[in-house]
């Protein structure tokens, strides 16, 4: 509840006091905030614990955990969280019109008790809430700005669908802090692996704030109350990658937003997140003591002398077109039969057959 109270603060830093929103604007800002995280939790999906079990990306993450030494327990634990995850954003959009019914008496609630907003706004309060799990190319494509308001409204309560989109998807992204992982929490709760590592990132970090020596105050800083040691780099780079996330997200926000600029849907105030540029500048505001991040990424200066190298007769030995050939209809009978043996870790019974081989 604290993560759903703070994103109204942070979208009012993210967008300036004076961004213009509306009060049925407002309403449908607030009923995604509500929504967008409430389907991390077994009780949102049919069945429970087993309905999520049943499905693919549990499975999937559950058979890569084999061999890695961990108890079954540890691995069904690593794969409820990788799943809950992974589902919980498109699961949101469902919650809205989903209806319950008291055990003891026929009668049916929702979680949005007014009918004519469930009816007349429900459905987009859904896909607002799911969407700040989408890449910015689909909030624009499946979104229009402008939304009219329902005929019991004024007319002037007009919703601008993507401003709403990127709003949520920017506090989402920006709050990031020890509110988040609180510090009783942090040492009641024995937390493992990449849960752990998740949970130290936040709890190291304030509250996300304006760089007070940007003059335009455009650009947001991460600061941490506590320098990660070298055994806690794990945490570290998930705390430099989130910043980051942030200032992807801010600036393709901003991109769209200027594209279908009106008078009420504006850029935002923020612009930029302060020493996402390296890892090594990040350390200024996010500290490291006893070691120090470096980035390594790799620059292919010359593509066309890289690929005779890695590919053709230097990995292969081919002489001539038709050995090329023979080497490509190989690797799709091998990616074919690679993935008949994957299917079959859940369909035991399951035949595999590779019928044909289709070059173009």
Not at 161 to 189: G, S, T, V
Not at 205 to 222: E, G, K, M, R, T
Not at 249 to 268: C, D, F, G, W, Y
Request: net charge negative; hydrophobic share 40%.
């Amino acid at each position: 509840m604290s993560h759903l109270d703070a994103l109204w603060e942070t979208a009012s830093l993210i967008a300036g006091e004076e961004y213009p929103l509306n009060a049925l604007e407002g309403f449908v800002l607030g009923s995604a905030i509500l929504l967008h995280d409430s389907a991390l939790c077994f009780e949102a999906y049919d069945k429970g614990i087993i309905g999520v079990r049943g499905t693919l990306i549990w499975k999937d993450t559950y058979a890569a955990s084999e061999g890695n030494g961990k108890t079954i327990d540890q691995r069904e634990k690593e794969a409820d969280f990788n799943a809950l995850r992974y589902l919980h954003a498109e699961q949101s959009s469902k919650l809205v019109e989903a209806k319950w019914s008291y055990p003891d008496k026929n009668e049916e609630i929702y979680l949005l008790e007014n009918s004519t907003l469930r009816n007349h706004l429900g459905q987009v309060i859904g896909q607002i809430s799911a969407s700040h799990h989408w890449a910015i190319e689909e909030v624009s494509s499946v979104f229009s700005s402008q939304g009219n308001s329902p005929a019991t409204f004024p007319r002037e309560w007009r919703i601008d669908y993507i401003k709403i989109a990127c709003l949520l998807r920017c506090a989402d992204a920006a709050h990031i802090d020890n509110e988040r992982a609180p510090d009783f929490l942090y040492a009641l709760i024995k937390r493992e692996g990449i849960s752990f590592d998740h949970w130290q990132a936040q709890n190291r970090l304030a509250n996300v704030d304006i760089d007070q020596s940007d003059n335009n105050i455009h650009s947001l800083i991460f600061t941490s109350t506590k320098a990660f040691t070298e055994v806690e780099a794990k945490s570290w780079w998930i705390a430099y990658d989130a910043a980051c996330l942030v200032d992807q997200e801010i600036r393709s926000a901003n991109a769209l937003l200027e594209l279908v600029r009106t008078k009420t849907i504006l850029p935002l105030k923020a612009k930029r997140v302060k020493g996402v540029e390296s890892p090594e500048l990040m350390t200024q505001f996010i500290k490291v003591v006893g070691w120090s991040p470096c980035s390594a990424k790799i620059h292919v200066g010359n593509i066309e002398n890289l690929v005779k190298t890695l590919g053709g007769q230097h990995l292969y030995g081919l002489t001539n077109d038709k050995d090329l050939f023979q080497v490509v209809v190989r690797e799709m009978i091998q990616n074919a039969r690679d993935a008949i043996k994957a299917r079959m870790i859940f369909e035991p019974d399951l035949i595999g057959n590779i019928t044909r081989v289709v070059c173009v």
